[in-house]
């Protein structure tokens, strides 16, 4: 009998960096409004659950999916009102 | 219980009541209070912000809710059983009210179209965020959903209303809403009218230099109504006399929306931002109002203090319609703010019964606010209110915290609010 397996690798680019979550919160809450993070954790609330997250504790040490990471790009620019750099 | 018709008024002939027992202004059985566009527009993008929650249709049947129960009660009061008399004082009313302006005349008992280059929630957004890529009238569409039906006598639920045209947008240079006889298009809620209100017990407050009551004859007494336009620009904002159940029902909508789908980290998410809202009206109106002439004329003189000032603020507070506020003890490391009747709890408990936490989050942004404003702000200094003073100001939310001591909503007699420095 023969088993197929179907072995998906990540290159190291792929994986996101795993301070890249903690930064873009850090970012928001540098350069964007007052709550601003509070936004960005509304906007993400379904995300964050599917991804078994704490958002309160997310920490230099905190890794994320990549979807979760793009989402949480795409949100923090869109609340900032400038492109995240992270 | 004093009552009061505005006979005075040139333009306005809307029938409201000055209930100042309990620190309300009633117009058609509804209780109306004032806020700012900043609010209005902070409170509606918090909610949309979470656009996988449906919030359309609760933005739009609050709406529908207060302005059918408040039509039909206006009506009946008036004694107007005419269509156009009734179409001529839901749009005075609307106008009254800061809205925006309408011509009603333009809708049959079929439905209709009725456009406006004025309207509140677009002038407000566009002024606020900028451009919008989407309407944002649902304040409006429900409105006219609801007063269509009681204008022609109509169930409820007998309408669907969509905004076609929206001002806030780039491409738009009017509000254009679309009504239509047959099934509605938003969330039908039970009116609840001006809820279980109590009789005030007021506590005794420390001695200061405001004259409360004098205040709140003076700034109740203010025509703060709306201009030719239909929109009322005072103190460096757009107010308007909103439905204290329009925000009420939106602002737990919206906090049970998250909550049944995502427990208590629903509700933990959407409290900071409701607070946030009361922030954004305590530094924008509170601000306004304190650096404004009728302050200097009315107010200042008295005040020796900046524990004054806080009383001058809370005596003027009075007089939005909030419910009756008090400051028994004041001082720059902690404040007791005693609430009788707030508005929020008020409605929490006549829509959905008692609450198992405190939903007073307007009275608790506000009271962080102006904690703020005079002891860290110098309010005094007559400061400019920009954005980034604001940022100054609240980002570092290190200088005032709040703490809910007692909730109406819970079941306590009064809504006490304690803010500390921390």
């Given at each position: 009998?023969?088993?197929?397996?179907?072995?998906?690798?990540?290159?190291?680019?792929?994986?996101?960096?795993?301070?890249?979550?903690?930064?873009?919160?850090?970012?928001?809450?540098?350069?964007?409004?007052?709550?601003?993070?509070?936004?960005?954790?509304?906007?993400?609330?379904?995300?964050?659950?599917?991804?078994?997250?704490?958002?309160?504790?997310?920490?230099?040490?905190?890794?994320?999916?990549?979807?979760?990471?793009?989402?949480?790009?795409?949100?923090?620019?869109?609340i900032v009102g400038n492109k995240?750099?992270? | 219980?004093?009552?009061?018709?505005?006979?005075?008024?040139?333009?306005?002939?809307?029938?409201?009541?000055?209930?100042?027992?309990?620190?309300?202004?009633?117009?058609?059985?509804?209780?109306?209070?004032?806020?700012?566009?900043?609010?209005?527009?902070?409170?509606?993008?918090?909610?949309?912000?979470?656009?996988?929650?449906?919030?359309?249709?609760?933005?739009?049947?609050?709406?529908?809710?207060?302005?059918?129960?408040?039509?039909?009660?206006?009506?009946?009061?008036?004694?107007?059983?005419?269509?156009?008399?009734?179409?001529?004082?839901?749009?005075?009313?609307?106008?009254?009210?800061?809205?925006?302006s309408l011509d009603l005349g333009?809708?049959?008992?079929?439905?209709?179209?009725?456009?406006?280059?004025?309207?509140?929630?677009?002038?407000?957004?566009?002024?606020?965020?900028?451009?919008?890529?989407?309407?944002?009238?649902?304040?409006?569409?429900?409105?006219?959903?609801?007063?269509?039906?009681?204008?022609?006598?109509?169930?409820?639920?007998?309408?669907?209303?969509?905004?076609?045209?929206?001002?806030?947008?780039?491409?738009?240079?009017?509000?254009?809403?679309?009504?239509?006889?047959?099934?509605?298009?938003?969330?039908?809620?039970?009116?609840?009218?001006?809820?279980?209100?109590?009789?005030?017990?007021?506590?005794?407050?420390?001695?200061?230099?405001?004259?409360?009551?004098?205040?709140?004859?003076?700034?109740?007494?203010?025509?703060?109504?709306?201009?030719?336009?239909?929109?009322?620009?005072?103190?460096?904002?757009?107010?308007?006399?909103?439905?204290?159940?329009?925000?009420?029902?939106?602002?737990?909508?919206?906090?049970?929306?998250?909550?049944?789908?995502?427990?208590?980290?629903?509700?933990?998410?959407?409290?900071?931002?409701?607070?946030?809202?009361?922030?954004?009206?305590?530094?924008?109106?509170?601000?306004?109002?304190?650096?404004?002439?009728?302050?200097?004329?009315?107010?200042?003189?008295?005040?020796?203090?900046?524990?004054?000032?806080?009383?001058?603020?809370?005596?003027?507070?009075?007089?939005?319609?909030?419910?009756?506020?008090?400051?028994?003890?004041?001082?720059?490391?902690?404040?007791?703010?005693?609430?009788?009747?707030?508005?929020?709890?008020?409605?929490?408990?006549?829509?959905?019964?008692?609450?198992?936490?405190?939903?007073?989050?307007?009275?608790?942004?506000?009271?962080?606010?102006?904690?703020?404003?005079?002891?860290?702000?110098?309010?005094?200094?007559?400061?400019?209110?920009?954005?980034?003073?604001?940022?100054?100001?609240?980002?570092?939310?290190?200088?005032?915290?709040?703490?809910?001591?007692?909730?109406?909503?819970?079941?306590?007699?009064?809504?006490?609010?304690?803010?500390?420095?921390?």
């Open positions: 009998m023969k088993i197929a397996l179907n072995l998906t690798y990540k290159t190291e680019e792929e994986l996101p960096m795993p301070n890249s979550l903690f930064k873009i919160v850090d970012w928001v809450e540098k350069n964007g409004e007052v709550q601003s993070v509070a936004r960005l954790r509304a906007k993400l609330l379904p995300l964050t659950c599917k991804e078994g997250l704490i958002f309160h504790q997310i920490g230099p040490d905190t890794n994320c999916s990549n979807q979760y990471l793009d989402a949480c790009r795409s949100a923090a620019t869109e995240c750099p992270f | 219980m004093a009552e009061k018709q505005t006979k005075n008024m040139k333009t306005y002939s809307v029938p409201y009541r000055l209930d100042f027992e309990h620190r309300r202004c009633v117009v058609g059985d509804e209780p109306m209070l004032f806020h700012c566009h900043h609010y209005n527009t902070f409170l509606q993008r918090s909610i949309e912000d979470a656009d996988y929650i449906d919030s359309q249709p609760f933005l739009v049947g609050a709406a529908a809710e207060v302005a059918y129960a408040q039509m039909q009660n206006l009506f009946s009061a008036v004694n107007v059983g005419d269509e156009k008399r009734r179409k001529q004082l839901a749009g005075e009313l609307f106008r009254w009210a800061g809205f925006g333009t809708i049959k008992e079929t439905g209709g179209t009725v456009s406006t280059p004025h309207s509140h929630y677009a002038v407000a957004w566009k002024s606020k965020f900028g451009d919008s890529n989407r309407p944002v009238c649902h304040f409006v569409e429900g409105w006219l959903a609801g007063t269509a039906a009681a204008i022609y006598n109509q169930p409820f639920a007998s309408y669907s209303v969509e905004e076609t045209s929206c001002k806030s947008k780039h491409s738009d240079n009017k509000c254009e809403f679309s009504i239509r006889q047959g099934k509605p298009n938003w969330s039908v809620f039970n009116p609840v009218g001006m809820g279980q209100l109590h009789d005030h017990k007021p506590l005794p407050v420390e001695k200061n230099n405001v004259d409360y009551d004098g205040i709140l004859n003076a700034v109740s007494g203010m025509e703060l109504v709306g201009d030719q336009n239909g929109l009322i620009p005072a103190f460096g904002v757009y107010l308007t006399r909103m439905y204290a159940n329009y925000y009420n029902r939106i602002s737990f909508e919206f906090e049970h929306a998250l909550s049944n789908k995502f427990g208590k980290e629903g509700i933990d998410v959407a409290r900071p931002l409701l607070v946030e809202a009361g922030h954004v009206c305590a530094f924008n109106t509170f601000g306004g109002i304190m650096t404004s002439p009728e302050w200097d004329a009315l107010i200042k003189p008295n005040l020796k203090s900046k524990e004054d000032w806080v009383h001058g603020m809370v005596a003027v507070a009075n007089s939005l319609g909030w419910g009756r506020w008090q400051a028994p003890h004041v001082s720059e490391k902690e404040t007791e703010f005693v609430i009788h009747d707030d508005y929020e709890s008020v409605g929490y408990r006549a829509m959905y019964g008692k609450c198992d936490h405190s939903v007073s989050y307007l009275a608790e942004g506000a009271v962080i606010g102006l904690m703020n404003l005079v002891y860290v702000g110098k309010v005094h200094n007559k400061p400019a209110f920009t954005p980034e003073f604001y940022n100054d100001l609240f980002k570092r939310n290190t200088y005032y915290k709040a703490e809910v001591v007692s909730s109406l909503a819970t079941g306590d007699k009064v809504t006490t609010i304690k803010v500390k420095k921390v």
